[in-house]
């Protein structure tokens, strides 16, 4: 990690225990939207080798829930990425996709994606900041009126 603002905060593989830690916080660091429904367990038991916390003192700081695709051999998809409003800008979140990006590349992926709603304003522009490009908007991607922009980069 770089910077001092990074200091005194520790990444590691996410477990199974850490979803209940990242639920309690993820729908009040979506500004009360609800989130919840998109992180079931599953994804704190079954990728946990491509999914990532960051801790500062024991609290959470953020997290990235990623997976490599089995359906295309060269894909990897970030499904959720959060940090704490008190540690934005600090580029944690970079250093959380980083180290995805790494386990990606490791595992032999050469392409990154992820979706997120077209009102997301924030994170269209901090995905397209890290290298991400946007698509058009698509239209229903989640059905109907459930408009989406799908984020790619290339490792």
């Known amino acids: ?29 979506w500004g ?40 295309e051999p060269q894909a990897a998809y970030v499904h959720f990425a959060g940090v704490s409003p008190a540690e934005r800008g600090t580029g944690l979140g970079r250093e959380l996709y980083e180290r995805f990006f790494a386990v990606a590349r490791a595992a032999g992926r050469t392409r990154v994606s992820c979706v997120t709603s077209t009102a997301n304003t924030g994170s269209v522009a901090f995905h397209t900041a890290i290298g991400f490009e946007p698509s058009e908007p698509q239209l229903g991607y989640d059905g109907p009126g459930e408009d989406r922009i799908v984020l790619t980069r290339s490792l």
Do not use: N
């Open 1 to 29: 990690m770089d910077g001092a603002a990074l200091s005194g905060i520790a990444i590691r593989a996410a477990e199974p225990g850490d979803h209940a830690r990242v639920l309690a916080v993820v729908d009040e660091w």
């Open 32 to 71: 009360g939207r609800r989130m919840v429904d998109m992180l079931t367990r599953l994804f704190f038991v079954h990728f946990c080798d491509t999914s990532f916390v960051a801790e500062r003192d024991g609290e959470l700081a953020g997290f990235l829930v990623g997976l490599l695709s089995q359906s």
